[in-house]
């Protein structure tokens, strides 16, 4: 059984920075793609960053593109996203998935273990 677990969200005023943090347990971490997705309230699931299993190869949502980045330490079993130049439509509950294959993928149908998220929250 593979565990993730995220951390690093909070609030911050926009234009801030975060970095979130997932660690995972149960597995070789190292074999798999991973991405992060967020939900608003009210709201489906969204896409944000994917990376391939050996860090190399990156996707992004538009939206985020160029403000953050996702990165991979196999050796510690964590995926990281850093957030800089927030915006108040940031705000969510971000949530990292481990996916079914090597490659980057972008559909939430496509991870097979999910953590329980953590919340950013950006101020205006």
């Known amino acids: 059984q593979v565990q993730l677990v995220e951390s690093g969200g909070g609030l911050v005023q926009a234009g801030g920075s975060l970095r979130l943090s997932c660690a995972a347990s149960?597995?070789?971490?190292?074999?798999?793609?991973m991405g992060w997705f967020r939900q608003a309230p009210g709201k489906e699931r969204q896409f944000v960053a994917a990376i391939n299993w050996n860090g190399r190869i990156t996707n992004y949502a538009d939206s985020v593109k160029g403000r953050f980045t996702i990165s991979r330490d196999n050796a510690k079993n964590t995926v990281y996203l850093q957030l800089n130049s927030l915006k108040p439509e940031d705000t969510a509950a971000y949530y990292c998935?481990?996916?079914?294959?090597?490659?980057?993928?972008?559909?939430?149908?496509?991870?097979?273990?999910w953590g329980q998220g953590t919340q950013v929250t950006v101020s205006s």
């Open positions: 149960g597995r070789t971490f190292s074999t798999t793609a």
């Open positions: 998935g481990e996916a079914r294959s090597l490659a980057v993928v972008r559909t939430a149908d496509e991870y097979r273990y």
